[in-house]
């Protein structure tokens, strides 16, 4: 885990597409997602609404928050941020309900695979089953943690992994990260639910970059255009996934781009460094800085994809919220790029249920 420093602005020299929010992709390319209770609503375009009733924030008590995510327990003093609730413009999310989540994947393997944002996730929906029925175990063996709700036979995993792609420490001395090789992909398989997630490790630079060369083929590269090399490490996972993936058993999704918040020129107030002191979220349904340049890669490793995967697009909806990081109340560090549990994670986590539920 780590705070992302890395200097957006530097990254944002592409001029991008921007693309409807949610597709759902397959062979014949991107096609929009419909149902016919929603017609046309894409979950993704929408803003955040204050909740005047006690039913957020979702859970009060979670007995497994990281301690760096747990801003309650570490003192933020306001509550604003947990009473938002994300509301699309074209229709609502279903309100969450565990006990119809823990039912429906009775005796089933639901996995996030990534980075911290991962785990991020991985933690709010944990609560939010919890909150539903408290009969759980955790345990963490290596890199993996995994929450069981015995009652219902039903494991919960985050299973770290930055890159998706093998980094590996050749006895040479070097740290190569393999852009075309994915040798730990035995853990992802026999999973009825996926949710992969990878991008900020990507943009590291200086003390925070963990690897000294790429590797494509044979070949290494001391540097690289970081979108080039995230796009053939994300076709790698993209092939394996087609390959070894059968869409019958398993859900996959791939959880979008997750904002940080450390110039405030991005949202109009050049005079802010970093989220410290935000209490509110940015009001609206857009955002007034640039699309991140991962978003466009994602979209297009995903829509040449056979297998669909399903984007969980949470640029715009994270963008929004400079005030949902655990900022100061992390323990230690300023940190505008996680996310406080209870908090944002959990509109994530509704708007998979309501995916479920439509799909
Ligand atoms: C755990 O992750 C590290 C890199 O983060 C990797 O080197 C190691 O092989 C992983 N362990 C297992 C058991 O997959
Ligand atoms: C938790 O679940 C297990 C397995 O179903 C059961 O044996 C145990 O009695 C349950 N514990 C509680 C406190 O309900
Ligand atoms: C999935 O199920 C459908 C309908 O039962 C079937 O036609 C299709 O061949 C199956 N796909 C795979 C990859 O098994
Ligand atoms: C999609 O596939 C086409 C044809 O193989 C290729 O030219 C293009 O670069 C791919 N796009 C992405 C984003 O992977």
Known sequence: MGVWSHDLRLLLLNVLLLFPSLYLVNAEGPKEQRSESSESCDFFEGSWVEVEDDSYPLYEECPFIDAGLNCQKNGRPDKLYLKYKWQPTHCDLHRFDGEAFLQRFRGKKIMFVGDSLSNNQWQSLGCMLYAANSNCTLVRKGNRSILSFPDYELDVTFLKNGFLVDLVHEESGGRVLKLDSLSRSKQWEDVDMLIFNSYHWWMH???????????????????????????????????????????????????????????????????????????????????????????????????????????????????????????????????????????????????????????
């Open 205 to 359: 630079t200086g003390n925070l970059q963990t690897w000294d060369y790429f590797q494509v083929g044979e070949k290494l590269y001391k540097e690289m255009d970081r979108m080039d090399a995230y796009k053939i490490a994300l076709t790698t996972w993209a092939n394996w996934v087609d390959s070894n993936i059968d869409p019958n058993k398993t859900k996959v999704f791939f959880q979008g781009i997750s904002a940080v918040h450390y110039h405030g020129n991005e949202w109009n107030e050049p005079a802010v460094q970093d989220c410290r002191h935000q209490t509110k979220p940015i009001e609206g349904s857009s955002f007034p800085g640039e699309r991140y340049p991962g978003e466009a890669v994602v979209k297009g490793v995903l829509g040449n994809m056979t297998n669909s995967v399903y984007l969980l697009d949470i640029a715009l909806l994270t963008q929004l919220r400079k005030d949902g990081h655990p900022s100061t109340y992390a323990g230690g560090v300023v940190d505008c790029s996680h996310w406080c549990v209870a908090g944002v994670p959990d509109s994530w986590n509704q708007i998979l249920y309501s995916i479920l539920i439509q799909n």
